[in-house]
């Protein structure tokens, strides 16, 4: 099978997922909002 | 606020490719969609800074990688550890039956190591040329020339 052969069959795979519907963009805001939430709070510098 | 509507449809326009490419290297659609998800996630708490990157998508590419790239040595730290406590022996990889319909081609893909598999995904899915890869796997051109052309397992 030669290069591009293998490229084609990459694609032909790839073609239905790369359709694949995304869930709203409010699923991933609430997900970013929820890592913000876990992050803990920055500690201040320790002096020497 | 100015980039609430930028990002909606960046998000939109790039979500299947990646989602593709996480499917490749893990070989299920379902945890393929929760890395893109968590990718983009991360993205948006940075996204006033990523917006003004050239190509942002590549960021994305990179993050979920290393996300898939975890979440797949994590999977088969489980399998193997569930294996051991059946006394079985160990599996592979995903089985027929996993999420995706399991072609020949992913049969093959998911025998190969999870850097291995990284390599031929973003060449063949992700069309990138070996500097870009070796750039994105941090590995040096040659390794991944190497990795591509050992990529023989499928012509057999």
Known sequence: MTDQQLREQFDDWARPLRGTVPPPVTVIRRRARQRTARRPPRLPPRWP | ?156
Request: proline fraction near 5%; glycine fraction near 8%; charge should be positive.
């Open chain 2, 1 to 156: 606020m100015r980039h609430r509507g930028e990002f909606g449809d960046f998000y939109e326009a790039n979500y299947g490719r990646i989602v593709a490419m996480t499917a490749a290297l893990l070989g299920d659609r379902h945890e393929a969609e929760d890395v893109a998800q968590e990718a983009f996630a991360r993205a948006l708490t940075r996204w006033s800074r990523l917006a003004g990157y050239e190509l942002p998508e590549a960021w994305v590419r990179r993050v979920a990688l290393r996300i898939a790239i975890d979440s797949g040595r994590r999977r088969r730290r489980a399998r193997a550890t569930a294996a051991r406590l059946e006394g079985q022996r160990q599996s592979p990889g995903p089985e027929p039956g996993d999420a995706i319909g399991f072609t020949a081609l992913e049969a093959a893909l998911l025998r190969l190591p999870l850097r291995e598999r990284e390599v031929l995904v973003l060449h063949y899915l992700a069309d990138l040329p070996v500097e870009a890869i070796a750039r994105d796997c941090g590995l040096p051109p040659g390794t991944v020339k190497t990795r591509l052309a050992a990529s023989t397992w499928s012509r057999n």
